[in-house]
C-alpha cells in the first residue's frame, strides 16, 4: 500500500510535478526501455462497398462502448427494415386463420349432430373432420409464417446494423480517416478508437530475470516526455511462455495506470524491484510532502 501511495503521489499528487531529468538520474538507469501502446487499439470500416453519410465524432473525442460513430448511407437497408417491421408485426393472416378454424369446428359439430340423428352421412361426417384438420394445419403454417417474418426482420435489423460503425469500448477517437460523402471499399479502414488508460507495455527482460516474476507482481514505470519524466504504477499482465534465443529475453506485458491520459507511444523505463538510490530518494520526499499535507 506504501509502495502505491508513493507511485500515485509521484506521478499525479496534489505535490508531485513533472521532474526535469537535470533532478534525477539518466532514465536509462531506472529500468529496461520499452515504449507505451494502448491496451485496446481498433481500426474499423464498413463490411461491404459503401459511401458515408454522417461523421458523428471527431478526432480526440471521448466515446463510451457502443457509440456510434460513422454512419454509412444506410437509406435502402432502413427502408427495408420499415417495410419487414409491418410484415412482421402483422397477425391478420393468422387471425384470419383462426377464424377459419373456428367455422370448420362448428360445421363438425353440426354434421356430428346431424349424423347421429339420422340426418347426415359418415362421407360427409369424415369430409368435415378433413375441413377441420385442414384448418388447423393452416393455422399452424400462417403462425409458422409470422415467425419466419420476425426472423428476417432480425435479419434486416443486423444488416441494417452494419451501417453505423460504433465504438467496441471505452476509449478515445484516435482519427476518423473518412468524409462525409466519400465512396469505401469493403476493405478500407474508417475509424480508429484507442484505449490509454490503462497503457500496456512490452518489455523485452532478460529471461533470467523473468524466472521469479508471475501474473499480478507490482511493476515500476518510468515515462519519458522530452526532457520531464512521470512514475506510473505498473502491474504485470502477461509473461511470455516462450523465450527468444537470440535476444535471450522474454516479453513481460505491463500494465500502468494512467488517469490523467498521457498519449501512449512515449519512451518509457520499467523495473520489478522497488526503486533504489536517487529514485528511491525521490519517492521518499513525495511520501514526505503527503504526510506534510495530510498534517
Do not use: Y
Request: glycine share 8%; aromatic share 4%.
Amino acid at each position: 500500500m506504501k509502495r502505491l501511495a508513493v507511485a500515485f503521489l509521484v506521478a499525479f499528487g496534489a505535490h508531485a510535478q513533472p521532474m526535469s531529468n537535470g533532478d534525477l538520474p539518466p532514465a536509462e538507469t531506472f529500468g529496461i526501455k520499452a515504449v507505451t501502446r494502448p491496451s485496446q487499439d481498433a481500426v474499423m470500416g464498413f463490411s461491404f462497398p459503401t459511401s458515408v453519410m454522417e461523421r458523428m465524432v471527431l478526432d480526440g473525442e471521448a466515446v463510451i462502448m457502443g457509440q456510434p460513430l460513422v454512419r454509412a448511407d444506410d437509406r435502402e437497408a432502413r427502408a427495408a427494415v420499415v417495410l419487414q417491421t409491418i410484415r412482421a408485426e402483422s397477425t391478420l393472416d393468422v387471425e384470419a386463420e383462426r377464424k377459419a378454424l373456428e367455422l370448420a369446428e362448428l360445421e363438425l359439430e353440426a354434421t356430428k349432430q346431424a349424423t347421429e340423428g339420422g340426418g347426415g352421412s359418415q362421407f360427409e361426417l369424415q369430409r368435415s373432420h378433413l375441413a377441420a384438420d385442414t384448418a388447423k394445419l393452416r393455422l399452424d403454417a400462417s403462425q409458422q409464417r409470422l415467425q419466419e417474418q420476425q426472423v428476417q426482420l432480425e435479419q434486416l435489423q443486423a444488416r441494417l446494423d452494419k451501417h453505423t460503425v460504433s465504438a467496441p469500448f471505452d476509449g478515445i477517437v484516435e482519427s476518423v480517416l473518412v468524409a462525409v460523402g466519400d465512396s469505401v471499399r469493403e476493405s478500407d479502414p474508417v475509424v480508429r478508437v484507442v484505449s490509454v488508460d490503462p497503457l500496456w507495455i512490452d518489455v523485452a527482460t532478460p529471461t533470467e530475470a523473468t524466472m521469479g516474476l508471475e501474473d499480478g507482481d507490482p511493476a515500476w514505470c518510468l515515462v519519458r516526455i522530452g526532457d520531464d519524466v512521470r512514475l506510473l504504477d505498473a502491474t504485470i499482465v502477461g509473461i511470455s511462455p516462450v523465450a527468444d534465443s537470440v535476444t535471450g529475453a522474454r516479453r513481460v506485458r505491463v500494465e500502468a495506470s494512467n488517469p490523467r491520459g498521457l498519449p501512449a507511444g512515449l519512451t518509457a523505463f520499467v523495473r520489478f524491484g522497488e526503486p533504489d538510490g536517487a529514485w528511491a530518494e525521490l519517492a521518499a520526499d513525495a511520501s514526505g510532502d503527503e504526510t506534510s499535507a495530510g498534517g
